[in-house]
Nanobody, 121 residues
């Protein structure tokens, strides 16, 4: 299973970006998908998560500004980011949690490669 993230870039304060992350492989189901971010000198932190039945959770700093969604048929998760602030600058990583595959009984998590979001003031 591989995750491919895209959509990062440079945006001005107050602008918007939409991140996408698609999972590829012999996937049966992905229990939960999420977005994490890591700013320079800081630990990786959860931004938002969504379960296969659509339940979502958000970190307090992004509530009301970011929206996570997913397309189960495409094994893809999205993160719509509005009203961006310089403190949102980070590398954003997608994560697929509890991934069930057709070819094995092993259930595990997978990380994407990260996409850089830079918000200028």
């Amino acid at each position: 299973v591989q995750l491919q993230a895209s959509g990062g870039g440079l945006v001005q304060f107050g602008g918007s970006l939409r991140l996408s992350c698609a999972a590829f492989g012999s996937i049966l189901i992905i229990d939960r998908m999420g977005w994490y971010r890591q700013a320079p000198g800081k630990q990786r932190e959860l931004v938002a998560g969504i379960t296969s039945d659509g339940n979502t959770n958000y970190a307090d700093p992004v509530k009301g500004r970011f929206t996570i969604s997913r397309d189960n048929a495409k094994n893809t998760v999205y993160l719509q980011m509005n009203s961006l602030k310089p403190e949102d600058t980070a590398v954003y990583y997608c994560k697929a949690e509890r991934v069930f595959v057709h070819t094995s009984s092993l259930v595990r998590d997978y990380w994407g490669q990260g996409t850089l979001v830079t918000v200028s003031s």
